[in-house]
Structures are given as structure tokens and as C-alpha cells.
């Protein structure tokens, strides 16, 4: 089996640092002697967890910003980079999620999922990316979502920021292994984090239905950070932190409408909207 490779002393970025899989990720960086970059925009919350990290004995650095802001992003690699030299990997991680349809959802919130989850991670390696080319080496993981691999109805917008995440990567992966940079996009299934606290809601939905959760597959964010890690240390493409999940494109793949029947769709839709009755029934005395 080929040796990994050694994380102590590398330097990571994280953006979306202050909970969930960014956190978790931070902690468990730190764990295998990693010196740490945290940005988010919750101060407190980065303090927290830069003290747990430091009286666990290992070296971070906080930035405290919005990944909307290209400079804000690009002062985190600056931080890093003059505080010890170098950076190693960048984690693409900042991203919230919207339920409500297409249709309806706010102009402002499709804007705002756009900006964070899209333009954000496009931020985060334009950031980096000068500092690897000149160390000729660097990693840029992307963390996505399954549901990148098929649209969800009610998250639909969600579904297409990951969508685009994990398309660019295609391209960038090439653009990246001629200057020897490593990319890699992780997958996660539904994770509790807080995610689910933070989700745009549709006001329709929040009316009729208050807070219910997606129900599926879960895992926690320690899972993930532990599939990060395993890929900070052997770099891969595409990173299933639960495993089956792996299987969702294979389906989709063989029959688009498979995946959408197995996980009954409308009935989900209908769910999560609140609505009543069949989706699509014929008007009265139609046959
Ligand atoms: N939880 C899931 O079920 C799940 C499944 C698949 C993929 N994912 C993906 O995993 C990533 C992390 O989510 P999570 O589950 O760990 O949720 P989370 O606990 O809500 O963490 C989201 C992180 O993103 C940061 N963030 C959000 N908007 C930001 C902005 N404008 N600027 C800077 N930071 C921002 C938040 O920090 P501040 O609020 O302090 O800025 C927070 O640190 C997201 O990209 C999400 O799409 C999650």
C-alpha cells in the first residue's frame, strides 16, 4: 500500500471554519500536527474553536469575513502565508442551503446561494492559487454535496450552486495538474450540523409546515472531516464520505428517472412544501 502522504507542519485554509464540517475538519487537521487557517464571519465562534485547537497544543490562525468578499478571502491566504510561509491545501467549505421552489424562492436569497456557495469557492481558489503555483504544489478540496449528483425538488437552487461546484471542477482539475495542484471534491450526504438551523426557508413553507427536516441517509460531521483528511493525505478526485452515495451518479446515469422514483420525489416535494393532495392530478372530470 502507498505511504500517504505526512500532514505535520502543513498548512490548510478553511473557509466556513466556525461549525459543522468546517470545524470538524479544523479539529482533525490539527489533530495530525496540521497549523490551521479558520475563516467564517462568527468571530466568537472562530475564537472558540481557535482555543480548543491551541490547547489541544496545535498553531491556527483566524480571519474573520464573508467568502462573498474576494479580498476578504484572499486575506485569509495572506494571513497563512506570512505567518508560516506556505499553504498547502485550501477547503472550499462556506455554504447554506435554501428550501423553496424555484419559482418562488426570494430574488435576493437566489443571489445570496450563488455568491456564497459558487462565487465563494471561486474566491477561495483564485486566493490560493497564485501561492501554489509558485510552490508548484498545493490541494483545492471542494466540499459538495450528493446533491450535486441529482436536483432535489424544494432545494433545487441548492442542488444546482453544487451542481456548478462540482462541474468547474472537471475543468479545473486539468487546468490544475499542469502546474502539479491536486483538486478534489467531496460529497457529503445529509450531515447534522447546522446546517438544517440555517436553511433559507420558503415563506410558504415555514408557514405551513414550521421546521421539519429532509429525512435520508445521515452522518456527522466528524465522518466527513475524517474522509477530508484521508484525502489531504492520498489526493483523489471525488470523495464519498458515505460510501453508498457513490452509487447515486452509477444510477443516475443508467435511468435519470430511477433515482427520482426510488426517493419519491413529489411525495418529498409535497412534504416539504406542506402541500396537500396529489401533485399534478387531472382537473375534475378530466380522464
Ligand atoms: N449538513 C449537510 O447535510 C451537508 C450535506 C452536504 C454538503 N454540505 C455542505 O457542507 C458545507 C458546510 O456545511 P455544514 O453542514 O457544516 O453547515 P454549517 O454548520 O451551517 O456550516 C456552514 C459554515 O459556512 C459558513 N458560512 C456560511 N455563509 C458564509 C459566508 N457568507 N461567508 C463566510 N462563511 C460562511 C458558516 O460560518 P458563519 O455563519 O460564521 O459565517 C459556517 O462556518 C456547505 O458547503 C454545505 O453545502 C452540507
New binding site residues.
Given amino acids: 500500500m502507498l505511504l500517504g502522504r505526512d500532514l505535520a507542519d502543513r498548512v490548510v485554509a478553511i473557509?466556513?471554519?466556525?461549525?459543522?464540517?468546517?470545524?470538524a475538519t479544523a479539529v482533525a487537521c490539527a489533530r495530525r500536527g496540521m497549523r490551521v487557517g479558520l475563516?467564517?464571519?462568527?468571530e466568537v465562534?472562530?475564537e472558540k474553536l481557535a482555543k480548543e485547537i491551541r490547547e489541544q497544543g496545535g498553531e491556527v490562525e483566524t480571519v474573520v469575513?464573508?467568502?462573498?468578499d474576494r479580498d476578504a478571502v484572499a486575506g485569509l491566504v495572506t494571513a497563512v502565508t506570512r505567518r508560516w510561509g506556505s499553504l498547502d491545501a485550501i477547503i472550499a467549505?462556506?455554504?447554506?442551503?435554501i428550501v423553496a421552489p424555484v419559482a418562488t424562492t426570494p430574488p435576493e436569497q437566489a443571489r445570496e446561494i450563488f455568491d456564497?456557495?459558487v462565487l465563494?469557492t471561486v474566491w477561495a481558489i483564485q486566493a490560493a492559487w497564485p501561492v501554489f503555483e509558485v510552490q508548484r504544489q498545493g490541494h483545492i478540496i471542494i466540499?459538495?454535496?450528493?446533491?450535486a449528483q441529482h436536483g432535489l425538488p424544494a432545494n433545487s437552487l441548492?442542488s444546482a450552486t453544487?451542481a456548478a461546484q462540482s462541474v468547474m471542477a472537471d475543468g479545473l482539475r486539468v487546468e490544475a495538474e499542469t502546474v502539479g495542484i491536486d483538486v478534489s471534491v467531496v460529497?457529503?450526504?445529509?450531515?447534522?450540523?447546522?446546517?438544517?438551523?440555517?436553511i433559507r426557508k420558503s415563506p410558504d413553507r415555514e408557514r405551513k409546515l414550521g421546521s421539519a427536516l429532509p429525512s435520508g441517509p445521515r452522518q456527522t460531521?466528524d465522518q466527513?472531516a475524517h474522509a477530508i483528511v484521508d484525502c489531504l493525505e492520498r489526493p483523489r478526485f471525488e470523495v464519498y464520505p458515505y460510501r453508498a452515495a457513490r452509487l447515486v451518479p452509477w444510477a443516475d446515469a443508467l435511468s435519470p428517472k430511477l433515482i427520482a422514483k426510488m426517493l419519491r420525489f413529489p411525495e418529498y416535494y409535497r412534504r416539504q412544501m406542506g402541500i396537500e393532495g396529489e401533485t399534478g392530478t387531472k382537473p375534475e372530470g378530466e380522464a
Fill in positions: 473557509t466556513g471554519a466556525s461549525s459543522g464540517i468546517g470545524a475563516f467564517a464571519r462568527r465562534r472562530l469575513g464573508d467568502v462573498r467549505n462556506a455554504g447554506f442551503g456564497v456557495n465563494g466540499v459538495s454535496s450528493v446533491l441548492y453544487k460529497y457529503p450526504v445529509g450531515t447534522d450540523t447546522e446546517f438544517f438551523e440555517s460531521a466527513v
